[in-house]
């Protein structure tokens, strides 16, 4: 089993800008992906950005730019800088690691970006 506890989030007005970590612990050999998805009042969740366990990122449209993820891998710990923030990033964000063939999620945190 893998745990991730999250920290970060908050409310920032737009412009500003939020650090978001991921720590994982637990029966872990090693971490393959590592990401953050997201989700709105009343939509889908969505990934915002993920990172590989060599450290190439990939990003939405949305966030290219304005967002950065990283990874420590001898701690575990992936981070997202974010930002630039908009109105329209508030949301709840998610962890997501992979670990070969399973997906383990975080408890959410809330980002609420004020205009």
């Known amino acids: 089993q893998v745990q991730l506890v999250e920290s970060g989030g908050g409310l920032v007005q737009a412009g500003g800008s939020l650090r978001l970590s991921c720590a994982a612990s637990g029966s872990i050999f090693s971490i393959d992906d590592m990401g953050w998805y997201r989700q709105a009042p009343g939509k889908q969740r969505e990934l915002v950005t993920a990172i590989t366990r060599g450290g190439s990122p990939n990003y939405a449209d949305s966030v290219k730019g304005r967002f950065t993820i990283s990874r420590d891998n001898a701690k575990n710990t992936a981070y997202l800088q974010m930002n630039s923030l908009k109105p329209e990033d508030t949301a709840v964000y998610y962890c997501?690691?992979?670990?070969?063939?399973?997906?383990?999620w975080g408890q959410g945190t809330q980002v609420t970006v004020s205009s």
């Open positions: 997501n690691v992979r670990v070969r063939a399973w997906h383990y």
